[in-house]
């Protein structure tokens, strides 16, 4: 299984982005991996499990030093990070312990709740979260030293703009430290220009994204990993 990478600009800055597969948004039909991304965040096996297995067994690959510190990225109806652990935080936990990271999930904070920004356009997203997200300032301050560098850890990547809201936020008290990027996957906005068929859906050349299978019966645990390791959904 190979680990992608890419790069996420901000400020004339680029950080390192590092995810498992690819992602085709909702918008252009619904997949086995829109399903099964859906049942992750829901913390539903056989996808909680598959996703961070498959995780784990690259996060070595991600160039990080022992210490670095994880936080993960909010929800939209999320101002801190809930007393029940989400799949996110699960996730976290567990790169965490594997790797010897920090997982401080508290350090960031939002002023309030946002709308769901997944159907809007990217200049309503960056207005939607435009100066939402800060560092708890008074929670870094009880940690044993200040974290030397950070991975910001979230399920989908579409336009970037969370992320960039984050470092943002990062970026104001931690000026000079380091940030890389993790996510489970990275949304694939390209139009494409032939034929394509997945599970559930199909694009014929100059037509929309339609019905073209009925789904397909559940997946185990190995299959889902299988699909997630050689990105064939």
Same mark, same amino acid.
């Given at each position: 299984?190979?680990?992608?990478? &890419?790069?996420?600009? %901000?400020?004339?800055?680029?950080?390192?982005?590092? %995810?498992?597969?690819?992602?085709?948004?909702?918008?252009? /039909?619904?997949?086995?991996?829109?399903?099964?991304?859906?049942?992750?965040?829901?913390?539903?096996?056989?996808?909680?499990? /598959?996703?961070?297995?498959?995780?784990?067994?690259?996060?070595? #690959?991600?160039?990080?030093?022992?210490?670095?510190?994880?936080?993960?990225?909010?929800?939209?109806?999320?101002?801190?990070? =809930?007393?029940? =652990?989400?799949?996110? #935080?699960?996730?976290?936990?567990?790169?965490?312990?594997?790797?010897?990271?920090? %997982?401080?999930?508290?350090?960031?904070?939002?002023?309030?709740?946002?709308?769901?920004?997944?159907?809007?356009?990217? =200049?309503?997203?960056?207005?939607?979260?435009?100066?939402? %997200?800060?560092?708890?300032?008074?929670?870094?301050?009880?940690?044993?030293?200040?974290?030397?560098?950070?991975?910001?850890?979230? #399920?989908?990547? &579409?336009?970037?703009?969370?992320?960039?809201?984050?470092?943002?936020?990062?970026?104001?008290?931690?000026?000079?430290?380091?940030?890389?990027?993790? &996510?489970? +996957?990275?949304? #694939? +906005?390209? +139009?494409?220009?032939?034929?394509?068929? /997945?599970?559930?859906?199909?694009?014929?050349?100059?037509?929309?994204?339609?019905?073209?299978?009925?789904?397909?019966?559940?997946?185990?645990?190995?299959?889902?990993?299988?699909?997630?390791?050689?990105?064939?959904?």
């Amino acid at each position: 299984m190979a680990l992608h990478q &890419t790069w996420l600009s %901000y400020n004339n800055d680029r950080y390192p982005h590092y %995810y498992l597969c690819h992602y085709l948004p909702r918008s252009a /039909g619904r997949d086995t991996l829109s399903h099964s991304l859906l049942k992750f965040k829901q913390s539903r096996q056989p996808d909680l499990e /598959g996703w961070i297995d498959c995780a784990l067994e690259i996060g070595s #690959d991600i160039p990080l030093p022992p210490g670095a510190t994880l936080v993960r990225a909010l929800h939209h109806n999320e101002t801190a990070i =809930p007393d029940s =652990p989400t799949a996110l #935080d699960l996730l976290g936990q567990r790169l965490a312990a594997r790797w010897q990271y920090q %997982y401080h999930p508290r350090l960031l904070q939002k002023a309030r709740t946002t709308r769901p920004v997944k159907s809007f356009a990217k =200049p309503q997203r960056e207005e939607e979260l435009q100066g939402i %997200y800060s560092v708890n300032l008074a929670y870094a301050a009880s940690l044993p030293q200040n974290p030397t560098h950070w991975l910001v850890i979230d #399920d989908i990547l &579409t336009s970037g703009t969370t992320i960039r809201a984050i470092i943002q936020a990062i970026r104001h008290p931690y000026p000079d430290a380091p940030i890389s990027v993790f &996510t489970l +996957t990275r949304a #694939d +906005t390209t +139009t494409p220009t032939l034929s394509l068929k /997945g599970q559930n859906y199909q694009l014929e050349q100059g037509q929309d994204w339609v019905l073209s299978e009925p789904p397909l019966p559940y997946y185990s645990l190995s299959r889902l990993k299988i699909m997630i390791q050689t990105d064939t959904f």
